[in-house]
Each structure stands twice: as C-alpha cells, then as structure tokens.
Nanobody, 122 residues
Framework: QVQLVESGGGLVQAGGSLRLSCAAS????????MGWFRQAPGKEREFVAA????????YYTDSVKGRFTVSRDNAKNTVYLQMNSLKPEDTAVYYC???????????????WGQGTQVTVSS
C-alpha cells in the first residue's frame, strides 16, 4: 500500500504560481512513477504530468508544457508540481497518483491521494 497526501492548493490570481506537494508513505516510493491529474467541475479527470522513478524523465499534457514542472525527491518521498503562469482554465482538484510504469491513463495508476483544490481567478 502507498498512502498519498497532497498539499499546496489554494486561490491564486491569473498569472500567479503555486507549488503542489504530494507526500508518500508505505511501500518504496522510488519504485513508482508519480503522476498528477486534475478534474474540473463537470469535466472528466485528465492527465497533467508525470515523472519517472528516478526523476530523469518527465511527461506533460500539451496545455501545461512550459508552465508546469514536475519533480520528485526520493529522499523525502515527495513529488512536486510547480505551476507558473496559471490560467483560470487550470482551476480543478489536483490529484497525485502512483503507478508501476508511466502512463497518461489514470486507469493504470494504483494509488491516489485525496486531492487538493486549485482555483485561479481572472
């Protein structure tokens, strides 16, 4: 079992920044690819970003490329999502998740956090 707890969400104005954190406990953190997903009201959950086991490879959905950066610190069992130049359309509940291998599909992630709300005002 892996327990994931997100933090760092909040209300920010368009153009601002937030850094989300996801702390993991349980099984070996470094054995998992870590992903970030988001779900806006009335919309399906979507992939945002992911980082490989060692942090050397990252993946992003097109809408956040150049604005968001995913990273991890295996010594701290924590994955981060630095979000810059935020837009109102980034408003959503953001979830971190753990998978055995990298995927853009949420169905392949085994463990999920409870989510943290990000609201971007215009």
């Amino acid at each position: 079992q892996v327990q994931l707890v997100e933090s760092g969400g909040g209300l920010v104005q368009a153009g601002g920044s937030l850094r989300l954190s996801c702390a993991a406990s349980g099984r070996t953190f470094s054995a998992y690819v870590m992903g970030w997903f988001r779900q806006a009201p009335g919309k399906e959950r979507e992939f945002v970003a992911a980082v490989s086991w060692g942090g050397g490879t990252t993946y992003y959905t097109d809408s956040v490329k150049g604005r968001f950066t995913v990273s991890r610190d295996n010594a701290k069992n924590t994955v981060y999502l630095q979000m810059n130049s935020l837009k109102p359309e980034d408003t959503a509940v953001y979830y971190c998740a753990a998978a055995r291998k990298a995927s853009y599909s949420g169905s392949l992630y085994d463990y999920w956090g409870q989510g943290t709300q990000v609201t971007v005002s215009s």
